[in-house]
């Protein structure tokens, strides 16, 4: 809805109301016509002020509405007519104007906005373009390098920079409300003409072409096959090329095609999800988003190791006292400088200065005594974090919340080495962890409602996308992983080279293939965990190590590289080659195509021809059926929770929407069809063997993915 009320006498202030963010939906739509039309002809309103209730000016077109029929008055006519009001128009930003709402306030004669308001066209992360005239009006406004820049990228500007951009045209650090009437006053009756941007010209760089042509190679670099990006490119440069009526016209024909494409849908779909994984709840009906959590000051780091350090720097960046603990003397000193230097570093980036140094440092356990929560981040080895678990659990005063950063091992047999099994939670971080977004937060059989909510809400404080996950061996996203990792490995066998299947996911939308993300994080990771696992033979590479245990086809490839000490860049040598030890540049190495040929040779294998199709669908298709052994075994419990941890955690591209999703675009019958056909090609792999879960989905007329968690519950429930 929106309401018009007069202030000043003179004022006509029309409030947006439609909480939590005024959403134009489609009776603020028909609210802002009615009131403003009736502003507009009331002979005593010299002049209108647009504002938005609840602390938010607006935060664009009501996304929900998106994919339903839609109805009330549409955007483009509805700011038309603001525009060409006789009557200045202003709009007071409070909290955040954002897509279509920021394009409201294009169409007022003038902009003013709090200090701490914040604006943006984010349209290109939901799969659009701002089609209500954002990117006519934007460039003729502040120019087109800077608002290909807006556009293109999605960012939020401070109001400071919509300032110095030409964006606004007065912050105040006062109620925008009151500043926004008093602007009004002194306008009301002045002439508008030189006021209504689609009337600009927009300005025309010398160099357009050359600028146009550099912005499309960008956006292409980096949009890894997202088509949102390349079309906020071509609705600019109508913008400087054509009339504005043109202009509006182009971006019309553009936002249609987004619009029905299938990754407006899959972003979109991100865009709820994000937000759904934070509400929860346990599989004992217990909620952690309704379980207070309980209030974390000062936090320690047991490790400090890669992990350990970027989780310090997390912590302490999010306001928290630090105790960093490392028994090692040399590796402790290196710690130190480590992490002032990526404190310091933060600190810049983020254009703050370097707050006081809240992190405490120790080589004796002991100082972990008065904390409130620690977190574990030793080396990935059973024996020894079960010593420090029941060390904490004699040191940590009563209460204290112990987590664990192991992204494997199970949780449950850490929490039984301690006095409280219901304190004890998962903090799984991603490397490099004051960077990586996601954190899966591991919730074991005791685990309380309260330990998962306070480690939920620390996530957020430390501005992760939080996902809470069962436990079991590699949580949700490692688990995945290997299903993948091995049909890769079997390719490779079968014909293929790294190169070919790297192409294959990258050209899909990772930002790196297997192999080149193998070389990244070292072989010798999951070398360590098949060798305690008795799957290595020893000695393999001057043999003929065979390839199954147990009945299971296995490959032991990536267990030969690993004996000629191949373990990726930190060896400048793994499935590339690099210049030298940590380089980042992967280059095809002639020795493991001959390697591949003589081990081929070797067992008895005919290279095949193996196309990109059969790359993807073995290596995708293998871990989604693992995601939905997932959701069976109740480890997840949505469809949204795995796809966010695999878009924030694992580099799946956003446009897709997540494994789950990509699924449901595919086809879930198609998806099973061909699980079918590789097992029986392969008996040997259960990885590839359709499970029930996705057999049932089918059976039930493959419903969207929205629709899953009643038939996940069914299934659980007929257990
Ligand atoms: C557009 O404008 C197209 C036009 O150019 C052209 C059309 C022709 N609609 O994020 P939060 C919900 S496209 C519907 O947790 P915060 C959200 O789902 C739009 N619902 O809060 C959540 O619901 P729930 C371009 C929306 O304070 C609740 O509000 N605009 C919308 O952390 C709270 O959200 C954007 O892309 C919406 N537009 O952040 C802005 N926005 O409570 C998208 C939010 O049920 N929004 N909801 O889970 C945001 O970026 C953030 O929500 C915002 C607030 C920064 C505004």
Same mark, same amino acid.
């Given at each position: 809805?929106?309401?018009?009320?007069?202030?000043?006498?003179?004022?006509?202030?029309?409030?947006?109301?439609?909480?939590?963010?005024?959403?134009?939906?489609?009776?603020?739509?028909?609210?802002?016509?009615?009131?403003?039309?009736?502003?507009?002809?009331?002979?005593?309103?010299?002049?209108?002020?647009?504002?938005?209730?609840?602390?938010?000016?607006?935060?664009?077109?009501?996304?929900?509405?998106?994919?339903?029929?839609?109805?009330?008055?549409?955007?483009?006519?509805?700011?038309?007519?603001?525009?060409?009001?006789?009557?200045?128009?202003?709009?007071?930003?409070?909290?955040?104007?954002?897509?279509?709402?920021?394009?409201?306030?294009?169409?007022?004669?003038?902009?003013?906005?709090?200090?701490?308001?914040?604006?943006?066209?984010?349209?290109?992360?939901?799969?659009?373009?701002?089609?209500?005239?954002?990117?006519?009006?934007?460039?003729?406004?502040?120019?087109?390098?800077?608002?290909?820049?807006?556009?293109?990228?999605?960012?939020?500007?401070?109001?400071?920079?919509?300032?110095?951009?030409?964006?606004?045209?007065?912050?105040?650090?006062?109620?925008?409300?009151?500043?926004?009437?008093?602007?009004?006053?002194?306008?009301?009756?002045?002439?508008?003409?030189?006021?209504?941007?689609?009337?600009?010209?927009?300005?025309?760089?010398?160099?357009?072409?050359?600028?146009?042509?550099?912005?499309?190679?960008?956006?292409?670099?980096?949009?890894?096959?997202?088509?949102?990006?390349?079309?906020?490119?071509?609705?600019?440069?109508?913008?400087?090329?054509?009339?504005?009526? &043109?202009?509006?016209?182009?971006?019309?024909?553009?936002?249609?095609?987004?619009?029905?494409?299938?990754?407006?849908?899959?972003?979109?779909?991100?865009?709820?999800?994000?937000?759904?994984?934070?509400?929860?709840?346990?599989?004992?009906?217990?909620?952690?988003?309704?379980?207070?959590?309980?209030?974390?000051?000062?936090?320690?780091?047991?490790?400090?190791?890669?992990?350990?350090?970027?989780?310090?720097?997390?912590?302490?960046?999010?306001?928290?006292?630090?105790?960093?603990?490392?028994?090692?003397?040399?590796?402790?000193?290196?710690?130190?400088?480590?992490?002032?230097?990526?404190?310091?570093?933060?600190?810049?980036?983020?254009?703050?200065?370097?707050?006081?140094?809240?992190?405490?440092?120790?080589?004796?356990?002991?100082?972990?005594?008065?904390?409130?929560?620690?977190?574990?981040?030793?080396?990935?080895?059973?024996?020894?974090?079960?010593?420090?678990?029941?060390?904490?659990?004699?040191?940590?005063?009563?209460?204290?919340?112990?987590?664990?950063?192991?992204?494997?091992?199970?949780?449950?047999?850490?929490?039984?080495?301690?006095?409280?099994?219901?304190?004890?939670?998962?903090?799984?971080?991603?490397?490099?962890?004051?960077?990586?977004?996601?954190?899966?937060?591991?919730?074991?059989?005791?685990?309380?409602?309260?330990?998962?909510?306070?480690?939920?809400?620390?996530?957020?404080?430390?501005?992760?996308?939080?996902?809470?996950?069962?436990?079991?061996?590699?949580?949700?996203?490692?688990?995945?992983?290997?299903?993948?990792?091995?049909?890769?490995?079997?390719?490779?066998?079968?014909?293929?080279?790294?190169?070919?299947?790297?192409?294959?996911?990258?050209?899909?939308?990772?930002?790196?293939?297997?192999?080149?993300?193998?070389?990244?994080?070292?072989?010798?990771?999951?070398?360590?965990?098949?060798?305690?696992?008795?799957?290595?033979?020893?000695?393999?590479?001057?043999?003929?190590?065979?390839?199954?245990?147990?009945?299971?086809?296995?490959?032991?490839?990536?267990?030969?590289?690993?004996? &000629?000490?191949?373990?990726?860049?930190?060896?400048?040598?793994?499935?590339?080659?690099?210049?030298?030890?940590?380089?980042?540049?992967?280059?095809?190495?002639?020795?493991?195509?001959?390697?591949?040929?003589?081990?081929?040779?070797?067992?008895?294998?005919?290279?095949?021809?193996?196309?990109?199709?059969?790359?993807?669908?073995?290596?995708?298709?293998?871990?989604?059926?693992?995601?939905?052994?997932?959701?069976?075994?109740?480890?997840?419990?949505?469809?949204?929770?795995?796809?966010?941890?695999?878009?924030?955690?694992?580099?799946?591209?956003?446009?897709?929407?997540?494994?789950?999703?990509?699924?449901?675009?595919?086809?879930?019958?198609?998806?099973?069809?061909?699980?079918?056909?590789?097992?029986?090609?392969?008996?040997?792999?259960?990885?590839?063997?359709?499970?029930?879960?996705?057999?049932?989905?089918?059976?039930?007329?493959?419903?969207?993915?929205?629709?899953?968690?009643?038939?996940?519950?069914?299934?659980?429930? &007929?257990?």
């Amino acid at each position: 809805m929106a309401q018009c009320t007069r202030v000043s006498g003179s004022v006509g202030l029309i409030t947006l109301q439609n909480p939590p963010v005024n959403a134009l939906s489609a009776a603020v739509r028909q609210g802002i016509v009615d009131t403003v039309k009736r502003a507009l002809s009331d002979p005593k309103v010299k002049s209108v002020v647009i504002c938005g209730q609840d602390g938010i000016f607006c935060g664009g077109a009501d996304i929900k509405e998106f994919g339903t029929k839609m109805s009330g008055p549409p955007l483009v006519p509805m700011i038309h007519a603001i525009e060409a009001a006789s009557k200045p128009v202003v709009a007071a930003i409070e909290g955040g104007a954002l897509g279509g709402g920021l394009e409201l306030a294009l169409g007022c004669h003038y902009r003013i906005a709090h200090s701490k308001a914040r604006l943006g066209l984010p349209e290109v992360s939901l799969g659009l373009l701002p089609a209500a005239g954002g990117t006519q009006r934007l460039p003729r406004l502040i120019g087109v390098p800077a608002a290909l820049d807006l556009i293109t990228t999605g960012r939020h500007i401070t109001a400071a920079e919509a300032l110095q951009l030409g964006v606004v045209d007065q912050v105040t650090e006062h109620r925008t409300v009151d500043a926004a009437v008093k602007f009004a006053l002194s306008v009301a009756g002045k002439p508008l003409d030189g006021r209504r941007i689609s009337t600009y010209p927009c300005p025309r760089p010398s160099d357009l072409d050359a600028l146009f042509e550099a912005a499309m190679q960008k956006v292409r670099q980096n949009a890894r096959g997202a088509i949102a990006p390349v079309a906020c490119v071509q609705a600019v440069r109508a913008a400087a090329t054509l009339p504005y009526i &043109q202009g509006m016209e182009r971006e019309k024909e553009l936002m249609a095609t987004l619009f029905t494409s299938g990754q407006a849908r899959a972003l979109q779909y991100c865009f709820f999800a994000q937000r759904a994984v934070s509400k929860w709840s346990m599989p004992s009906g217990a909620r952690w988003d309704t379980s207070k959590p309980r209030p974390v000051h000062k936090a320690a780091v047991i490790g400090l190791g890669t992990m350990g350090r970027g989780i310090t720097v997390a912590l302490a960046q999010a306001g928290l006292s630090v105790v960093a603990v490392e028994t090692q003397e040399k590796q402790l000193m290196e710690a130190k400088q480590a992490v002032s230097a990526m404190l310091e570093r933060g600190a810049k980036r983020r254009g703050v200065a370097p707050g006081p140094d809240k992190v405490s440092y120790s080589h004796n356990i002991q100082a972990v005594a008065d904390v409130d929560l620690v977190i574990e981040a030793v080396f990935e080895d059973m024996d020894l974090k079960k010593k420090v678990f029941q060390q904490m659990s004699v040191i940590c005063k009563p209460g204290t919340f112990l987590c664990t950063n192991t992204s494997a091992l199970d949780v449950d047999h850490l929490a039984s080495q301690t006095r409280n099994p219901e304190l004890v939670v998962g903090m799984h971080f991603f490397a490099p962890a004051h960077v990586m977004k996601l954190l899966e937060v591991v919730h074991g059989s005791q685990s309380s409602p309260q330990t998962v909510a306070t480690a939920m809400q620390l996530g957020k404080k430390m501005g992760k996308v939080s996902v809470a996950v069962g436990n079991c061996r590699g949580f949700v996203g490692n688990r995945m992983l290997k299903p993948y990792v091995e049909q890769a490995f079997f390719l490779l066998e079968e014909g293929a080279t790294p190169e070919l299947v790297d192409r294959a996911l990258e050209e899909f939308g990772f930002p790196m293939g297997v192999f080149r993300m193998s070389d990244l994080s070292g072989l010798d990771v999951g070398w360590r965990v098949r060798r305690g696992d008795g799957l290595v033979e020893p000695g393999a590479a001057s043999g003929q190590p065979a390839r199954s245990r147990g009945g299971r086809r296995y490959s032991p490839l990536g267990d030969l590289l690993c004996e &000629q000490g191949r373990f990726g860049q930190k060896t400048g040598r793994g499935w590339y080659q690099y210049d030298k030890p940590g380089s980042r540049i992967a280059r095809s190495d002639p020795w493991l195509h001959s390697f591949l040929e003589e081990y081929r040779a070797r067992h008895g294998l005919v290279a095949r021809r193996i196309d990109h199709q059969e790359v993807l669908e073995r290596c995708l298709y293998a871990l989604i059926n693992e995601g939905f052994r997932i959701l069976e075994d109740g480890i997840a419990t949505g469809p949204e929770d795995i796809d966010i941890i695999y878009v924030f955690g694992y580099g799946w591209p956003r446009h897709r929407g997540g494994p789950m999703f990509y699924a449901g675009m595919v086809g879930l019958a198609k998806v099973l069809e061909r699980l079918e056909h590789y097992h029986q090609a392969h008996p040997d792999v259960p990885y590839l063997q359709p499970c029930s879960l996705l057999r049932r989905l089918v059976a039930g007329g493959s419903p969207p993915v929205h629709r899953w968690r009643e038939v996940i519950k069914k299934f659980h429930s &007929q257990l």
